[in-house]
Nanobody, 119 residues
Framework: QFQLVESGGGLVQAGGSLRLSCAAS????????TGWFRQAPGKEREFVAA????????DYADSVKGRFTISRDNAKNTVYLQMNSLKPEDTAVYYC????????????WGQGTQVTVSS
């Protein structure tokens, strides 16, 4: 069974940084594009960033461009989201997902990790 497990969330002050990790198990992680999404209380889930299976292509939401960086290490079956210059509006539960596309149509989802940015 293919599983995704996020880690690295926590509480940070505005302007700070966090690095989220998404570890995959059960199948060949390198076959899938991988994305990060987030959902804040009372809001719909939104796309944050995605990376192709090879790591050669990336895509970012406008709200995080220049602040967040997505990367992957297929040898470790892990995808990372480096988040810098965090803002209170980045507060949300962050989910990683794996599938054939970059922004939608993901097959597999993790359970999420909470990120809270204090002002």
């Amino acid at each position: 069974q293919f599983q995704l497990v996020e880690s690295g969330g926590g509480l940070v002050q505005a302007g700070g940084s966090l690095r989220l990790s998404c570890a995959a198990s059960g199948r060949t992680f390198g076959r899938y594009n991988t994305g990060w999404f987030r959902q804040a209380p009372g809001k719909e889930r939104e796309f944050v960033a995605a990376i192709s299976w090879s790591g050669k292509s990336t895509d970012y939401a406008d709200s995080v461009k220049g602040r967040f960086t997505i990367s992957r290490d297929n040898a470790k079956n892990t995808v990372y989201l480096q988040m810098n210059s965090l803002k209170p509006e980045d507060t949300a539960v962050y989910y990683c997902a794996a599938g054939p596309s970059m922004r939608e149509g993901y097959y597999y989802w993790g359970q999420g990790t909470q990120v809270t940015v204090s002002s």
